[in-house]
């Protein structure tokens, strides 16, 4: 004992629940900056290509449409 006690850096267990800590630190950021809106910018673009594709698919199904009726 060199003035520093048992600790939590003196066995595996200590070890194993700095690792815990760690990652529960690391899990409640991410938690945070998901609510925030920081990764907001990459699902904005996501939805921009889906409406994007949605409205090429109802051109789509008005050209079909407008085909048949003249069939």
Do not use: C, H, P, Q
């Not at 760690?22 to 889906?50: F, H, P, Q, T």
């Not at 008005?62 to 009726?69: A, G, Q, R, Y």
């Amino acid at each position: 004992m060199n003035g520093m006690g048992y600790g939590m850096y003196g066995s595996f267990w200590g070890f194993f629940l700095n690792i815990l800590i760690i990652l529960l630190i690391v899990g409640a950021v991410m938690i945070m900056l998901n609510k925030s809106g920081y990764m907001a910018s990459r699902d904005n673009e996501r939805l921009v290509k889906i409406e994007k594709d949605i409205e090429d698919i109802k051109k789509t199904v008005e050209d079909i449409k407008s085909k048949l009726e003249e069939i």
